[in-house]
């Protein structure tokens, strides 16, 4: 497989800035151009449109949890409370700049449905997610027989909200069967660091702990 890997210039390292802010969300919010109007699904407790908006960034959210809603509101934040599964339907279409799904395909219920949607509500979408494919994920399974828990994916799988474990390899072929296009690519090591750009994407699954794509309509970027 090849696509064009492009990316944003970074932070360097991609760690954590002063702020302390996440690898991933510092990657998100680079690939939004400012004054964009932005939904963030799934936002949690909102420190990426927290983010977002200190870059000034118009973002709206939605979030499943009434604690994570809750949360959001006490910070000024403009959230609702709603399913991805469910409520994205009721969204116009190109109601938005761009669309981000941060850490959140992989608890949906119907994920090509999501980015289907992502992709008729925005003009581009964002997203990110754990990759299941990680060399430590295949080690657990190998070696000690049990799924897999990481800092990324902490919970037991009998309590686990994710649903639809993917790896990046996974997600590209969804991207190529609804004939959407990569714009940017980014795979992010155990430390947050982006890995090569030119590394062919078997070395992207292994060594990737999460991916963040950059998407938009109109055929495969490729």
């Known amino acids: 497989m090849s696509v064009q890997q492009q990316v944003l210039p970074l932070s360097p390292a991609l760690t954590r ?113 754990p990759n299941f494919g990680f060399w430590r994920m295949r080690l657990q399974l190998l070696i000690g027989g049990h799924m897999p828990r990481t800092e990324n994916l902490p919970a037991t799988w009998y309590d686990t909200p994710n649903i639809h474990f993917c790896t990046i390899k996974d997600f590209v072929q969804l991207c190529d069967e609804i004939s959407v296009k990569m714009e940017r690519a980014v795979a992010l090591d155990l430390y947050g660091r982006p890995l090569r750009l030119n590394a062919p994407w078997w070395f992207w699954n292994m060594f990737g702990e999460q991916g963040v794509f950059l998407l938009s309509r109109g055929g495969k970027g490729r």
């Open 17 to 129: 800035d002063g702020a302390g802010e996440r690898a991933d969300h510092l990657l998100v919010a680079e690939m939004v151009a400012p004054g964009s109007k932005v939904l963030d699904v799934g936002c949690g407790d909102g420190d990426l449109l927290q983010l977002l908006e200190s870059r000034g960034i118009d973002g709206r959210g939605i979030e499943l949890s009434r604690e994570g809603v809750n949360r959001c509101v006490a910070k000024g934040l403009a959230v609702v409370q709603g399913d991805a599964d469910t409520d994205l339907v009721n969204y116009p279409d190109d109601a938005f700049d761009y669309v981000i799904l941060s850490q959140t395909l992989q608890a949906t219920r119907q994920p090509k449905v999501v980015l289907e949607n992502l992709l008729r509500i925005g003009q581009r979408a964002i997203v990110s997610f």
